[in-house]
């Protein structure tokens, strides 16, 4: 089975049991409560992410988002709990 959006791995990995990758926010309240586990000497892997933008079209607004952003990547917020509206059965790849 392959998946290629986390929440559907997850809940389906949930459910049926399994193994994938998931960001560590992704998985953090299931690792915390014992319902999944890092497996030891897997490799790791970043996930970085880029923002473009054109200094010439600086704006209030631009720099209002550019200060959103870099606060919530610096947050150490959990994100296992937002994904249950999901439905596993629409994206089941076989």
């Known amino acids: 089975m392959y998946f290629n ?3 559907l791995a997850l809940k389906y990995i949930l459910q049926c049991g399994g193994s ?9 309240f299931y690792l915390s409560n014992g319902l999944m586990h ?3 000497r897997a490799p790791e892997f970043s996930n970085p992410a880029f923002l473009v933008y054109s200094r010439e079209k600086d704006s209030p607004e631009l720099q ?3 200060t959103i952003l870099r606060t919530l990547v610096n947050e150490e917020a959990d994100w296992s709990q937002h994904w249950e509206s999901v439905p596993l059965e629409s994206a089941l790849i076989l």
């Open 5 to 7: 959006v986390g929440p």
């Open 38 to 40: 890092q497996v030891v």
């Open 20 to 28: 994938g990758y998931f960001r560590l926010r992704m998985v953090m």
């Open 64 to 66: 209002q988002g550019l």
